[in-house]
Nanobody
């Protein structure tokens, strides 16, 4: 069992930055690919970014490429999402997620965090 807890969300002006953190419980953090999803009000949940177990590869959809960066610290059981040049359309609840591989994470994570609100004002 893996428990994920997000932190670092909040309100920021357009063009600003935020850094989300996701702390994972358990001793098996390094065996999971990690990622972030988001759900804007009235919209479907959207994949944002993922990182492999070793941190050696990532996937970024065009909507966030060049602005968002994912990183992980396996010694601290934590994954980070650095969000720069934020836009109002980035406003959403952001969810941390875990799965054995990036492919399975995008298809359907095994574990989810509770979500954290990010609001970008124009």
């Amino acid at each position: 069992q893996v428990q994920l807890v997000e932190s670092g969300g909040g309100l920021v002006q357009a063009g600003g930055s935020l850094r989300l953190s996701c702390a994972a419980s358990g001793r098996t953090f390094s065996t999971y690919a990690m990622g972030w999803f988001r759900r804007a009000s009235g919209k479907e949940r959207e994949f944002v970014v993922a990182i492999s177990r070793s941190g050696g590869s990532t996937g970024y959809p065009d909507s966030v490429k060049g602005r968002f960066t994912i990183d992980r610290d396996n010694a601290k059981n934590t994954v980070y999402l650095q969000m720069n040049s934020l836009k109002p359309e980035d406003t959403a609840v952001y969810f941390c997620a875990a799965a054995p591989t990036i492919t399975t994470l995008i298809r359907g994570p095994e574990y989810w965090g509770q979500g954290i609100q990010v609001t970008v004002s124009s």
